[in-house]
């Protein structure tokens, strides 16, 4: 997701790849190790398409005629919208942040990046306990002190599921688009300007157009995103593929409708996916030549306030609200004789408990999916041909694996195959990750591709065989990219929560299933304090990539 | 620089500028330093100085990319920026060829040649378009993508670019700095070709003296955001303004002396040119290797030759002075002496040497 | 698969007796030096809030055994025992209804446990072979607003939910709910199939809202979002006792009318159970005076064994009408319920 940066990067710096094509024999030991990989993170997919295909007909036809369409109708409309939205929000404000003489630029350009350590269900969680019509706090609010009737747009339904993804998501277009328009040429808009084009038209005939590879991916992982989003769509009372199978697997017993409506699912993100992949192959040559020279901030004059009214409300909506209503339900807990007494349980038993379950799942997660990263990326970097970049773009089908997927899979993996695994943790943590190698992969190459391979060339001259110098040249050369690509991994999976919540055994409970489990009894004032923390926790990963620029 | 001319159209300048400054934060040094200039109608100035020193700066300010904060600035006569006074960049009809060429990345090279002809009937952007990308030879990369294309091609697109509206002026920013070296004196010889034949006035920044002497009809030197020396190339080789500009075109010694009743005493001996200058006066004299001559020594001298460059039909010596200082003498290449020979020198122009105090010409004494 | 013998459970009946019997003696405390230890693994359709402070009760008694518990609906749960019967994960599946515990029975998912105390249990509410052993009986009941709906103008009836008047007023819980599940395949038996379909398109036409647990449709009522909602007694207890103004109707108590649905909680021990032995000692828990009051006290619920006093709150369902309707035949048609409930597009 937000390693598009790095995505990008891979293709800035691949000119000298390019000179080598065919010229390298395969590693047989690498290959060996990659496709191990890339099957580790076939399979599931590969199984649940074929259970999907074998089902019974009666099941196919009941799908067809109920559910199907109104389902496919509703997954693509929501897609659509906060496609939209993120790409409209994320370039304005990554437009205001970087090119523009707002206010506090350089506090809202951390600011803007803080949703991503909270996930988008648990703003959805105090969204809703906020405006919720009649029951909401603010109508109650109103009503009670100033004998205000307001009840305010709904949260929920279509329009508050966009709303709310829109909200949470624009982050991964907004740093893509400020990481853009901060490595755009000024020179550019200059030529434009020269040509007889004003600063509007130039915007849109020069610079848009120039980043819109970067945008278009951004773009469509957000719709990736969207896809696989559960607990917020769920809450919103919005039904989308996800929701649907997540509802056939807690309502039935029967997988395979389930089966069925997840094939129909990854078809749609398959979809998707391959249209990203292929953005990202054509990105790599955009912006030629250096001389890189910053440009000067356009003069915003009369809109400066209420451009910064436009960034604060984002930020004031995304960070500030949330995080001052779960302090304030935390507060309360605190103070509510039997609340306290169940945090207290938890708390002997449970918070701690399930922060060190959502540390190590995640953290084991994340050094896993480097790890099995590694000789993929390898491959495809240093023997691009089809091939390995076939292995790549295989492993990189976890963007298309939607939570909810990825676990009724195993659950059906494990049921037939594996039954040894079930029961374990380490399900979820291999459903980690399944679902998270791609940002691992791409980071793993962003790293390698910025490494020349004389470095690895120099080690093998000098009596190294190959595996020696991946080890004690490579690696070590490559590791704060791997690093990067750990703490991308771990904060995604920090926040997981269909998956989680579906394949967790009994007594493995997340921080993420927590707050879940507690807001959706509303029992706020329970659910607040493992929010808190979890937002806590994904803010150091966030943190790292931040200051990396890596994200 | 000279005052404005009361204009006919005739020798109006298509570029003025008046006491030109621009600071870019307070207390910073002026990066355009009340820098007066004119560019005659199909004319070429070549804008020269080491990096740092605002010629980027000024033609910036020329384009309109960046406002000063006095000055004024006038093409064909029209002010475009000046106190009450801002034509933003679109409607000054500059063309700019920039450092990096600035290709829109995303259109081919036809479109991008087109871009600037935006509103004009179609067939006519066509023809004009074809026109240049044939006088470029690009004629047939026209559907190629910038990334396709290399440097010299690159290049010559960002021309026929800034050409297609048929600007007033044209700035080029360093135009062949991305080139490797054996590709610029081709593409600058079609630059140059394709300026002339279109009658084009320009304005052309760079660093290297030789592309300024080759481009430029005449030259500005700029330092430290002044303008030290505007002439032809001829005028400014010969006769420079200030010690910068001797020192800037190269191959030039540095030789101090005193000014004595009889001439200038330098270490080499008396050098009789008379300067408007008190007795006793600190001055430099500037010295070219051909300005300097010498002979192996029989005792006494104290010169020695370091280092000898053969250039063909002559010898280049360096020569290191009792005090350490060095000059470059030009001598016939019969003359062949090792390095560590003793030698004796002195001055033998033929003219009078460049004189500087405090870094400005020193006028040569009424006599 | 040992034949079960259909059995009727005929409630009003039961409920006379309930009431009828005097408190019996205290179960002898557990002896700690004897209690086994380990990970008990509890799959639970009742949510964790309603059923963790019986297990820390439980705790406290037997700290060297430790419950993990696994929440979930009970669909979920059941259809996870399925997947693993073949290597069993859980020690015990407690579901909210009757219907899922007979089917896990039915597929041979359970072993038998009588409990050590089998008098506790009237027969209407275990499996004649002690697959599984009921624990709790919860009434479905109507939650309205006291402060949007006026007590004559509440609805008597859940058929009466599908008058237009209560159009976009009402909350429910969803088909992933076992409550719901179970009074949907109730009223296939008590109304027919055809009548039960029209109910649900009524309900859907009515534009109910579908929540995925009770906790929402009280609050939501509580809060006055919706009118009225269609929820088990407690929840009507619980936001009550959370200050708001509603009130409960027991709904169908006319004459000639089906009378109140009642679901009973249920458990049984898993077949191939790794700590089957402490799975006894928790289902003894549970069933004993203790544990049958915490379910009173904390959760508003009926006991299953005679005598342990209600909440003083809660409407003793003697002298009530009850539906009368069969678990077994309820469970068979479990699946056929569920695809009816898909068809329809409950959500």
Same mark, same amino acid.
């Given at each position: 997701m937000a390693n598009l940066i790095v995505?990008?990067?891979?293709?800035?710096?691949?000119?000298?790849?390019?000179?080598?094509?065919?010229?390298?024999?395969?590693?047989?030991?690498?290959?060996?190790?990659?496709?191990?990989?890339?099957?580790?993170?076939?399979? =599931?997919?590969?199984?649940?398409?074929?259970?999907?295909?074998?089902?019974?007909?009666?099941?196919?036809?009941?799908?067809?005629?109920?559910?199907?369409?109104?389902?496919?109708?509703?997954?693509?409309?929501?897609?659509?919208?906060?496609?939209?939205?993120?790409?409209?929000?994320?370039?304005?404000?990554?437009?205001?942040?970087?090119?523009?003489?707002?206010?506090?630029?350089?506090?809202?350009?951390?600011?803007?990046?803080?949703?991503?350590?909270?996930?988008?269900?648990?703003?959805?969680?105090? %969204?809703?306990?906020?405006?919720?019509?009649?029951?909401?706090?603010?109508?109650? #609010?109103?009503?009670?002190?100033?004998?205000?009737?307001?009840?305010?747009?709904?949260?929920?339904?279509?329009?508050?599921?966009?709303?709310?993804?829109?909200? #949470?998501?624009?982050?991964?277009? $907004?740093?893509?688009?400020?990481?853009? #328009?901060?490595?755009? %040429?000024?020179?550019?808009?200059e030529a434009a300007r020269s040509l007889g084009r004003n600063a509007w038209q130039t915007l849109w005939t020069v610079t848009l157009p120039v980043l819109r590879p970067g945008l278009a991916a951004g773009a469509l992982l957000v719709a990736l995103d969207v896809l696989a989003e559960y607990g917020t769509v769920a809450l919103l009372r919005y039904e989308t593929f996800s929701a649907a199978i997540f509802l056939?697997?807690?309502?039935? $017993?029967?997988?395979?409708? /389930?089966?069925?409506?997840?094939?129909?699912?990854?078809?749609?993100?398959?979809?998707?996916?391959?249209?990203?992949?292929?953005?990202?192959?054509?990105?790599?040559?955009?912006?030629?030549?250096? %001389?890189?020279?910053?440009?000067?901030?356009?003069?915003?004059?009369?809109?400066?306030? =209420?451009?910064?009214?436009?960034?604060?409300?984002?930020?004031?909506?995304?960070? #500030?609200? =949330?995080?001052?209503?779960?302090? /304030?339900?935390?507060?309360?807990?605190?103070?509510?004789?039997?609340?306290?007494?169940?945090?207290?349980? /938890?708390?002997?038993?449970?918070?701690? %408990? $399930?922060?060190?379950?959502?540390?190590?799942?995640?953290?084991?997660?994340?050094?896993?999916?480097?790890?099995?990263?590694?000789?993929?990326?390898?491959?495809?970097?240093?023997?691009?041909?089809?091939?390995?970049?076939?292995?790549?773009?295989?492993?990189?089908?976890? $963007?298309?694996?939607?939570?909810?997927?990825?676990?009724?899979?195993?659950?059906?993996?494990?049921?037939?195959?594996?039954?040894?695994?079930?029961?374990?943790?380490?399900?979820?943590?291999?459903?980690?990750?399944?679902?998270?190698?791609?940002?691992?992969?791409?980071?793993?190459?962003?790293?390698?591709?910025?490494?020349?391979?004389?470095?690895?060339?120099?080690?093998?001259?000098?009596?190294?065989?190959?595996?020696?110098?991946?080890?004690?040249?490579?690696?070590?050369?490559?590791?704060?990219g791997l690093l990067a690509g750990a703490a991308l991994v771990f904060l995604t999976s920090l926040k997981e929560l269909p998956a989680t919540l579906l394949l967790r055994p009994a007594g493995f409970d997340t921080l993420a299933v927590r707050v879940w489990l507690a807001a959706n009894d509303g029992l706020y004032p329970q659910a607040a304090p493992a929010a808190l923390l979890l937002t806590l926790c994904a803010a150091v990963p966030l943190a790292f990539l931040l200051r990396r620029g890596r994200i | 620089m000279a005052p404005r001319h009361p204009a006919t159209d005739e020798c109006m300048p298509a570029l003025e500028l008046l006491d030109i400054t621009k600071q870019y934060a307070p207390g910073a040094a002026r990066a355009v330093d009340a820098v007066s200039l004119a560019v005659q109608k199909g004319e070429i100035l070549s804008l020269l100085g080491p990096s740092g020193c605002g010629k980027t700066s000024t033609l910036r300010l020329i384009a309109g990319f960046e406002r000063p904060d006095a000055g004024v600035i006038r093409l064909n006569g029209q002010t475009v920026t000046g106190p009450g006074h801002w034509v933003p960049p679109e409607r000054r009809g500059i063309g700019m060829v920039f450092q990096d060429y600035a290709l829109f990345p995303h259109l081919t090279v036809r479109q991008n040649v087109g871009f600037g002809l935006q509103g004009r009937a179609a067939a006519r952007i066509q023809d004009t378009v074809a026109h240049l990308l044939e006088l470029l030879g690009l004629r047939g990369l026209a559907e190629r993508y910038p990334h396709e294309l290399s440097g010299g091609e690159r290049q010559r697109v960002a021309l026929a670019r800034a050409l297609a509206p048929e600007p007033v002026l044209i700035l080029l920013d360093e135009p062949f700095s991305s080139l490797d070296a054996d590709r610029r004196a081709a593409v600058r010889e079609q630059v140059r070709a394709t300026l002339r034949s279109l009658g084009a006035t320009a304005l052309f920044v760079t660093h290297d003296q030789e592309e300024a002497l080759f481009l430029g009809d005449r030259l500005a030197i700029l330092h430290q955001g002044r303008l030290q020396q505007i002439d032809t190339p001829e005028a400014i080789f010969h006769s420079p303004a200030t010690r910068f500009v001797a020192e800037f075109l190269g191959h030039t010694d540095f030789l101090p002396g005193e000014v004595t009743a009889d001439g200038i005493l330098t270490e080499i001996g008396l050098i009789p040119q008379r300067v408007a200058l008190p007795i006793g006066a600190p001055v430099e004299l500037a010295m070219r290797a051909d300005d300097v001559t010498l002979e192996p020594a029989r005792g006494g001298a104290r010169a020695l030759v370091l280092a000898r460059h053969f250039k063909g039909a002559q010898n280049v010596y360096r020569v290191r002075l009792p005090s350490g200082r060095l000059l470059h003498s030009l001598q016939p290449h019969t003359l062949n002496l090792r390095s560590g020979t003793p030698v004796r020198v002195w001055a033998a122009a033929g003219h009078p040497l460049a004189c500087f105090h405090d870094g400005q010409r020193v006028p040569a004494a009424e006599l | 698969m040992p034949a079960l013998k259909p059995f009727i459970l005929k409630l009003t009946l039961v409920a006379g007796l309930l009431a009828a019997c005097a408190p019996t003696a205290p179960t002898a405390p557990p002896e700690p030096g004897a209690a086994p230890a380990g990970d008990l693994v509890l799959y639970s359709g009742r949510s964790e809030a309603l059923i963790q402070p019986v297990i820390d009760q439980f705790q406290a008694l037997y700290p060297d055994i430790n419950v993990a518990l696994k929440a979930g609906s009970n669909s979920e749960l059941a259809a996870a025992l399925l997947e693993e019967r073949a290597n069993p994960q859980a020690d015990l599946f407690l579901t909210t209804e009757l219907m899922t515990v007979q089917k896990m029975a039915n597929e041979g998912v359970f072993q038998p446990y009588q409990p050590g105390t089998p008098d506790?249990?009237?027969?209407?509410?275990?499996?004649?072979?002690? *697959?599984?052993?009921?624990?709790?009986?919860?009434?479905?009941?109507?939650?309205?607003?006291?402060?949007?709906?006026?007590?004559?103008?509440?609805?008597?009836?859940?058929?009466? *939910?599908?008058?237009?008047?209560?159009?976009? &007023?009402?909350?429910?819980?969803?088909?992933?709910?076992?409550?719901?599940?179970?009074?949907?395949?109730?009223?296939?038996?008590? !109304?027919?199939?055809?009548?039960?379909?029209?109910?649900?398109?009524?309900?859907?036409?009515?534009?109910? &809202?579908?929540?995925?647990?009770?906790?929402?449709?009280?609050?939501?009522?509580?809060?006055?979002?919706?009118?009225?909602?269609? +929820?088990?007694?407690?929840?009507?207890?619980? &936001?009550?006792?959370?200050?708001?103004?509603?009130?409960?109707?027991?709904?169908?108590?006319?004459?000639?009318?089906?009378?109140?649905?009642?679901?009973?909680?249920?458990?049984?021990? !898993?077949?191939?159970?790794?700590?089957?032995?402490?799975?006894?000692?928790? !289902?003894?828990?549970?069933?004993?005076?203790?544990?049958?009051?915490?379910?009173?006290?904390?959760?508003?619920?009926?006991?299953?064994?005679?005598?342990?006093? *209600?909440?003083?709150?809660?409407?003793?369902?003697?002298?009530?009408?009850?539906?009368?309707?069969? +678990? +077994?035949?309820?469970?068979?048609?479990?699946?056929?319920?569920?695809?009816?409930?898909?068809?329809?597009? !409950?959500?």
């Open positions: 995505a990008s990067l891979v293709g800035l710096q691949s000119r000298w790849r390019e000179r080598q094509i065919g010229k390298r024999r395969l590693s047989r030991p690498l290959l060996l190790a990659a496709l191990a990989v890339a099957a580790l993170v076939a399979t =599931p997919l590969a199984y649940l398409l074929l259970r999907a295909a074998t089902a019974p007909a009666e099941t196919w036809a009941r799908l067809l005629q109920t559910r199907l369409l109104g389902l496919l109708t509703n997954t693509l409309a929501l897609m659509a919208a906060v496609t939209l939205g993120t790409v409209v929000l994320g370039v304005a404000l990554a437009w205001l942040v970087e090119r523009t003489d707002l206010p506090g630029r350089p506090v809202w350009r951390w600011l803007l990046a803080v949703p991503l350590a909270m996930p988008a269900f648990i703003g959805a969680v105090v %969204h809703v306990a906020l405006l919720r019509p009649r029951g909401g706090i603010v109508p109650r #609010f109103l009503a009670e002190t100033l004998g205000v009737d307001w009840q305010g747009p709904s949260p929920f339904g279509f329009w508050g599921a966009a709303f709310m993804l829109t909200l #949470f998501m624009y982050p991964y277009v $907004y740093l893509l688009s400020a990481a853009a #328009f901060r490595n755009l %040429h000024a020179s550019l808009e056939q697997l807690s309502g039935r $017993y029967d997988r395979s409708a /389930a089966a069925i409506l997840s094939g129909g699912l990854v078809v749609i993100a398959l979809a998707v996916l391959a249209i990203e992949l292929w953005l990202q192959g054509r990105a790599r040559a955009e912006q030629v030549g250096g %001389h890189w020279r910053p440009a000067p901030p356009q003069p915003l004059r009369a809109w400066r306030w =209420p451009a910064f009214a436009l960034v604060a409300a984002v930020s004031l909506a995304t960070v #500030f609200v =949330p995080v001052t209503v779960l302090a /304030a339900w935390t507060v309360q807990g605190l103070r509510d004789g039997p609340t306290l007494a169940e945090l207290d349980r /938890a708390a002997g038993r449970g918070l701690g %408990h $399930y922060l060190f379950n959502s540390l190590w799942s995640a953290g084991l997660a994340a050094g896993l999916a480097v790890a099995l990263s590694v000789p993929v990326a390898y491959l495809a970097v240093r023997y691009p041909r089809w091939t390995s970049r076939g292995l790549s773009h295989l492993c990189q089908v976890g $963007y298309a694996l939607p939570g909810v997927v990825v676990a009724l899979s195993l659950i059906l993996l494990t049921n037939t195959a594996l039954p040894a695994l079930r029961g374990l943790p380490l399900v979820v943590v291999l459903a980690y990750v399944v679902r998270h190698m791609p940002q691992a992969v791409r980071s793993s190459q962003a790293a390698l591709a910025q490494l020349a391979p004389s470095l690895e060339e120099a080690g093998r001259s000098l009596g190294r065989d190959s595996l020696n110098v991946l080890l004690t040249v490579t690696v070590p050369l490559i590791f704060p | - | 506790a249990v009237p027969a209407d509410y275990h499996h004649p072979d002690w *697959l599984w052993t009921g624990l709790t009986l919860r009434a479905r009941v109507l939650i309205y607003n006291t402060q949007l709906v006026t007590p004559a103008a509440a609805p008597q009836s859940v058929l009466d *939910l599908t008058k237009p008047e209560w159009r976009g &007023q009402l909350a429910a819980a969803g088909s992933t709910n076992g409550g719901f599940q179970a009074h949907v395949a109730a009223l296939r038996q008590l !109304i027919g199939d055809a009548a039960t379909t029209a109910w649900l398109t009524g309900l859907s036409a009515n534009e109910v &809202q579908f929540f995925g647990g009770h906790t929402d449709v009280r609050k939501a009522v509580g809060a006055g979002e919706f009118q009225v909602g269609l +929820v088990n007694h407690y929840y009507y207890h619980l &936001q009550k006792a959370e200050g708001s103004p509603v009130a409960v109707v027991y709904p169908d108590q006319g004459e000639g009318q089906m009378g109140v649905v009642v679901n009973a909680t249920g458990i049984g021990v !898993i077949a191939g159970a790794r700590h089957a032995a402490a799975a006894g000692l928790f !289902i003894d828990y549970l069933l004993s005076p203790e544990g049958q009051q915490l379910f009173a006290e904390l959760n508003y619920e009926y006991p299953v064994r005679p005598g342990v006093p *209600l909440h003083p709150e809660v409407q003793p369902l003697t002298g009530l009408r009850l539906a009368a309707f069969d +678990v +077994v035949a309820a469970a068979d048609s479990l699946e056929s319920t569920l695809d009816l409930l898909e068809t329809l597009g !409950i959500p």
